[in-house]
């Protein structure tokens, strides 16, 4: 159910930082990477805390943990970026290394789905993992 609601968002989310933390934002489709997967996993009935605080440091605690060579489809995951930080960026895992997130160096400009064989992505892979449904 995740996947469906976020996959709605392909193409048509550019990314906007700080966005998909009020109703107008979420109404006009601008979310960023935490925002997002906050989002598609509340239309799955899943609740990940408040919308309002959605960042990918309040999402890295959410689930449990998993080992990154045991990522199955519906977890989440990290980036780290020498300029951005730690834990700048979380996407959701498809399986096959794609994963949908919202990026502006996504496919998309925003909503989109890319893979961890890509070395933008995989360079930045921190290989933290988290399983929501178990």
């Known amino acids: 159910k995740a996947f469906e609601a976020g996959y709605k968002f ?9 966005g ?15 925002s997002f997967v906050h989002y598609i996993y509340s239309k799955a009935g899943i ?4 919308m309002s605080g959605a960042t990918t440091f309040s999402l890295r605690n ?25 834990f700048c960026h979380v996407g959701f895992y498809l399986g096959n ?5 919202d990026s ?3 496919d998309t400009g ?6 961890l064989k890509d070395p933008h992505w995989s360079s930045r892979f921190n290989h933290t993992v988290r399983r929501i449904v178990y």
Do not use: Q
Not at 47 to 50: E, V
């Open 47 to 50: 609740h990940l805390g408040s």
């Open 62 to 86: 959410m689930g449990k943990p998993v080992n990154y060579k045991h990522m199955k489809r519906g977890d989440i995951f990290f980036f780290n970026d020498k300029s951005e930080g730690k």
């Open 20 to 34: 998909g933390r009020t109703l107008a934002s979420i109404k006009a489709h601008h979310f960023d990477c935490s």
């Open 10 to 18: 392909y193409g048509k989310s550019p990314y906007a930082w700080g």
């Open 97 to 101: 290394g794609l994963f949908m997130h």
């Open 110 to 115: 925003g909503v989109g789905i890319s893979s």
């Open 104 to 106: 502006p160096s996504a």
